[in-house]
C-alpha cells in the first residue's frame, strides 16, 4: 500500500517550453503533497506544499509563477515548470500524506527534466 | 533555521563490514526524525522513522538511534552487503509546518564485494 506515481520519469523539452510533471497517490487520499528539487549529489530541497483544495505554500526563494503547481483532488498533484531553462534541470521528486498523526511522506519515484 | 547535516558525505567499505551513518541537525525541537535509502536516479524508500519520544528503532540488520538534546542521529547498518550501496538520507520533521521536512546532504555509501 501506500504508493506514489510520477510521470513522466524522464522529459527532455526546449528552452522556453513548459513541462507538466504529475503525481498521483495510488491507494489512498494524500490531503498534502509536497515537491521537491534534487540537484546532482545535492539533498532534496522543498519547493512547496499543496494542500487540496487549496494554493501552494512555496518555500523562499521558489518562484510561484515560474512553478505552478495544481492539487486538484484527494490523489493528484501537478507540477508545470513554464518557460522552462537550462538552470531548470533537475531531479523533481513529489511526496503525498494521508495526513493523521504521523503524517508519514510516501514518495514518488521522480521525474528528470532536462531542459535543452 | 533548521539546519541537518550528514557525515561523512562518502563511504566505501568491504562486504561484511559494520558502519554508522551520522546525522546532527541545529535544532532540538524535532516531531520525528526518518532514515531514507536513495538509488541512483530513484526516488525515496524510508528505512526507519524515530518519533521524537522515542530513542531507537531496528529493522532487520539496520537500527537507528536519535538523541534529540545533542541533536544526534545515527544509523547503524550490519554486516553490509554490496545491496546496501545507496545514498542514505536523513530528514527532520519539524512542528506546526504541516509536515515539512528538512533533508540532510546524503551519505553515499558503497560496499564491495
Known amino acids: 500500500g501506500a504508493v506514489v506515481s510520477q510521470h513522466p520519469s524522464r522529459v527532455i523539452c526546449k528552452s522556453g517550453t513548459s513541462v507538466k510533471i504529475e503525481c498521483r497517490s495510488l491507494d489512498f487520499q494524500a490531503t498534502t503533497m509536497f515537491w521537491y528539487r534534487q540537484f546532482p549529489k545535492q539533498s532534496l530541497m522543498l519547493m512547496a506544499t499543496?494542500?487540496?483544495?487549496?494554493?501552494?505554500?512555496?518555500e523562499q526563494g521558489v518562484e510561484k509563477d515560474k512553478f505552478l503547481i495544481n492539487h486538484a483532488s484527494l490523489t493528484l498533484s501537478t507540477l508545470t515548470v513554464t518557460s522552462a531553462h537550462p538552470e531548470d534541470s533537475s531531479f523533481y521528486i513529489c511526496?503525498?500524506?494521508?495526513?493523521?498523526?504521523?503524517?508519514?511522506?510516501?514518495f514518488g519515484p521522480g521525474t528528470r527534466l532536462l531542459v535543452l | 533555521k533548521q539546519e541537518v547535516t550528514q557525515i561523512p558525505a562518502a563511504l566505501s567499505v568491504p562486504e561484511g563490514e559494520n558502519l554508522v551513518l551520522n546525522c546532527s541537525f541545529t535544532d532540538s525541537a524535532i516531531y520525528n526524525l526518518q532514515w531514507f535509502r536513495q538509488d541512483p536516479g530513484k526516488g525515496l524508500t524510508s528505512l526507519l522513522l524515530i518519533q521524537s519520544s522515542q530513542r531507537e528503532q531496528t529493522s532487520g540488520r539496520l537500527n537507528a538511534s536519535l538523541d534529540k538534546s545533542s541533536g544526534r542521529s545515527t544509523l547503524y547498518i550490519a554486516a553490509s552487503q554490496p545491496g546496501d550501496s545507496a545514498t542514505y538520507l536523513c530528514a527532520v520533521r519539524l512542528y506546526n509546518q504541516g509536515g515539512k521536512l528538512i533533508f540532510g546532504q546524503g551519505t553515499e555509501l558503497s560496499v564491495k564485494p
Open positions: 511526496s503525498a500524506s494521508q495526513g493523521g498523526k504521523k503524517e508519514t511522506q510516501y
Open positions: 499543496s494542500n487540496e483544495g487549496s494554493k501552494a505554500t512555496y
